[in-house]
């Protein structure tokens, strides 16, 4: 199902949409995912199979806890990317219904189309998360996954997530940065791109080194994202947004503490070299390694760390009855 009357994706801005785009977090966040939606899922290793699905449905019942709202006949995706999240709930089992909805045009567009793929019941909008574009009372559920941080007043986002939900409807976002989290993992990030675009300039790596406008595209990419991500979150501060708009039961937990430190320098380190260099040995080691990690943190580290030291963060509620 395609999205009516909304804006027609642009992957191509110009330098001037670009420039202005800075002084502009809503444009800036159409124009970056717009260009990077047709490879969005490619880049952040995004799968529609038992692995994402095990992923999602792990971290909605990890936040949600016993819910026993489950199937959902309805539930709407908040800034849904590609369709990540609901996608991959629907295929759980979580979701019956799902709708999409984005500020980028293109990963409306691209959402829609994974939809239909796999054969799932989706409708999709473009649309602003301070100004929702459905009536009150219209879904049992509403998700997310990285994209709080996206929006320029959240708390009026949680407001209008209340208002669009059914009394006693339930909302889950997940995958949002701390300020710890975002802190270490910008660094390590930083640290592993200047040394592996510089080691890579040595003849003997020069093979592992991507092309120079491959890499200038990415360092103008990296800029614009320093627009479009504009929150980090102290998960205590969340909690109280989402108190403070209307919602009750409120509760966030965090995730990724070992699993980000070596995270974050392999993502990197994939961005910054020759793709067809990316093995499946090399893949299946990096995604074998994440899982052991976020294992130890599940296991151990989250019992003893502060849960403002992890990188991820995810908050559940309920719209009062």
Not at 47 to 53: A, G, H, K, L, Q
Not at 179 to 200: C, E, I, M, P, S
Not at 239 to 268: H, K, Y
């Amino acid at each position: 199902m395609t999205q009516v009357n909304d804006p027609a994706p642009n992957p191509h801005a110009t330098a001037e949409e670009v420039k202005a785009a800075f002084g502009d977090p809503k444009l800036a966040n159409v124009l970056y995912h717009d260009w990077e939606a047709g490879t969005y899922d490619e880049k952040w290793s995004i799968s529609y199979d038992e692995r994402c699905i095990s992923y999602a449905t792990d971290v909605f019942n990890a936040v949600a806890g016993d819910d026993d709202g489950q199937p959902y006949p309805t539930a709407m995706e908040l800034g849904s990317g590609t369709g990540f999240f609901l996608l991959n709930l629907m295929q759980g089992g979580v979701i019956k219904k799902g709708s999409v909805t984005d500020l980028s045009p293109g990963m409306v567009q691209v959402a829609l189309r994974n939809a239909e793929n796999l054969g799932l019941d989706v409708d999709g909008r473009v649309a602003d998360a301070e100004r929702i574009p459905y009536e009150d009372n219209s879904f049992d559920l509403v998700v997310g996954h990285a994209v709080l941080h996206h929006i320029p007043d959240v708390r009026a986002a949680f407001a209008e997530v209340l208002r669009v939900l059914k009394p006693g409807g339930r909302f889950v976002f997940a995958g949002e940065p701390t300020k710890v989290g975002d802190l270490y993992a910008r660094k390590l990030g930083q640290f592993t791109w200047f040394l592996t675009t510089n080691l890579t300039k040595l003849p003997v790596l020069n093979g592992w080194r991507r092309p120079q406008e491959e890499l200038d595209e990415s360092s103008r990419a990296a800029a614009l994202e320093a627009v479009v991500d504009i929150h980090t979150f102290d998960p205590s501060d969340l909690e109280s947004m989402a108190r403070g708009a209307g919602a009750q039961d409120v509760r966030a937990v965090t995730e990724e503490f070992a699993a980000a430190l070596a995270g974050w320098p392999i993502r990197t380190f994939e961005a910054a070299v020759p793709q067809e260099k990316l093995t499946l040995r090399w893949r299946l080691f990096a995604y074998r390694l994440w899982l052991r990690l976020s294992a130890l943190d599940k296991k151990l580290l989250a019992k003893v760390l502060p849960r403002e030291l992890f990188y991820n963060v995810m908050i559940t509620g309920t719209k009062r009855s």
